[in-house]
C-alpha cells in the first residue's frame, strides 16, 4: 500500500489517505502534488468545515493562493462546490469525509476525495476529480474536465455534450464515454477485473495500459470520427462501430473486429493480433517480429501491408477479395503474405530478402514490378489454372516465352524463373507448362 500525505489538516496538521499503488498518477495524486507544491511555496491557505447539510459550498480564495477547503465529514445531502474567479489563484476540495459523499465540483475547483467513495460530477471547464480508491460514480458532464477514479472500482462518464474531457483510470473501472474528441488514459498496473469502454460518442483517444481492455464501439456516433486507440502491454478486444477506428498495437495481444466504419490497425510492437474485418473493412499495416490475422468477409478488398523485416500476414480464414502489398526497403525482410477463398492480389517489394505468397484457392494475381523487385527471392507457394502472374518494367527485350524457356527446376518440385535485374520467383507446385498462358510481360 502507498501513502499520500497533504497539508491543510485541523490546526495545521496533515492528512494522510493510504491507497493501492496502482493510484499513483490519478488525478487525486496530481491534485495532493498541486497542494503539496503550495504548501512548500508558501502559498496554500486552509479552510475546515464540516459536512454540513447539503446545498452550495464557496472555496474561500485569497489572491495568489491554492485555496483548500477541506471537509471533514460528510454531507447529508448532495452539495456543489464552487470557487471564487474574482481573484487569481487555485480552488482545491479535499473531501476528508469517512462515509461516501455526493459533490458536485464547479468551474476551476478541483476536488480530492479519499478512499471511501461517492457520488462525484464536474460541472464546468477546468473542474478536476480525483478519487483515491473506493467505489466511485464520477462524472464529467461539461467540457475541458478532468477527472480520475482510483485503484477501487469506478464508473467514469463524460456525458452527453462534453467534450475535450479527460479520463484516467486507475482500477477495474467502467468508462462511458458519450461526448466527443475526450482523451481517456489508462494508467494502473495490471488488475484482475480489467477495464471496459463503451464509446457512445465521437473521436475520442484511447491510451491503454496494463490492464487487459474491452472497447465496445458499436454505438459510436457523430460526424467527427472514430475512436483512436494505442494500446499499451495489456490485451485488448475491441468491438467497432459505424465510424472509421484507428488502432496502434501495442505489447499486449488484440482481438479486433471492425464496424460499418471500417478499421485501420497498425501492428507496431505487437506481436500478435487478429482482426475481423466485420462490415466495413480492414487496412493493416504490419511490422518486423508481427504476425497478424485476418478473417470474416466486408464484402470489400482489405488491405494488407507487410513492412520491412520478419512478418506474417494471415487472411487465410478471410473469404474477402483481398490486397497484399510488401513494402520496399534496404533491410534485410521475410514476408508471409497468406490469402484466403477470396480473388486475392498480390505485390511483391523490393529489397533484400524475399517474400512468400499463398494465394488460397479464389482467382488469384501475382504482380512484380522491376522498380520495386530489387533481386529478391520471393516465392509462390500454390499457383493454381484460375491464377495470373504480372511481370511489369523487365527488360523490354524478354517475353513471357523467354522465360519459360530459361525456367530453373527446383528440388522437389516446382519451376524457378530468373527476372532481367536478377529476381527470382520459385513457383512451388508448378512447370513451365502450366505457367504458359498464365504470365502477363510487360
Known sequence: ?????????????????????????????????????????????????????????????????TSNLIIETSPTGPTTVTGSNTVPGSNIVTNNSSTPSTITAGANVSLFTGTVGGVFTAIGTGAAIGALGGSNTITASG??????????????????????????????????????????????????????????????????????????????????????????????????????????GGTGAESIKAGSGGVVFGANTDSSATINSGTGGATIFGSPGTSVSLTGSAGTPDFLIAAGGNETLNASTSSSSNFFAQSSGTVSSSAVLIGGSGNDTMVAGAGPGSATMTGGSGSNAFAFFEQAAGKATDVVTDFNSSDTVYFEGFAKTGSAAALLQSATPVSGGGVMLTLSDGTTVTFLNATAASLAGKIQYG
Open 1 to 65: 500500500m502507498a501513502t499520500t500525505t497533504v497539508p491543510g489538516g485541523t490546526a495545521g496538521t496533515t492528512l494522510t489517505f493510504t491507497f493501492g499503488s496502482s493510484a499513483g498518477l490519478t488525478v487525486a495524486q496530481q491534485i495532493a502534488n498541486a497542494l503539496g507544491a503550495a504548501s512548500k511555496a508558501g502559498t496554500l491557505t486552509s479552510t475546515t468545515i464540516g459536512g454540513g447539510s447539503g446545498g452550495t459550498l464557496t472555496v474561500p480564495s485569497v489572491a495568489g493562493s
Open 143 to 248: 467540457s475541458g474536465e478532468t477527472i480520475g477514479g482510483g485503484s477501487g472500482s469506478s464508473l467514469l462518464i463524460a456525458s452527453v455534450g462534453s467534450s475535450q474531457d479527460t479520463i484516467q483510470s486507475s482500477g477495474s473501472d467502467t468508462i462511458a464515454s458519450a461526448g466527443s474528441k475526450n482523451l481517456i488514459i489508462e494508467n494502473a498496473a495490471s488488475t484482475t477485473g480489467g477495464t471496459l469502454i463503451t464509446e457512445t460518442g465521437s473521436g475520442d483517444t484511447i491510451v491503454g495500459g496494463a490492464n487487459p481492455t474491452t472497447v465496445d464501439a458499436s454505438g459510436a456516433a457523430g460526424s467527427v470520427g472514430g475512436v483512436t486507440y494505442f494500446a499499451g502491454s495489456g490485451n485488448l478486444n475491441f468491438i467497432g462501430g459505424s465510424q472509421t477506428a484507428s488502432i496502434l
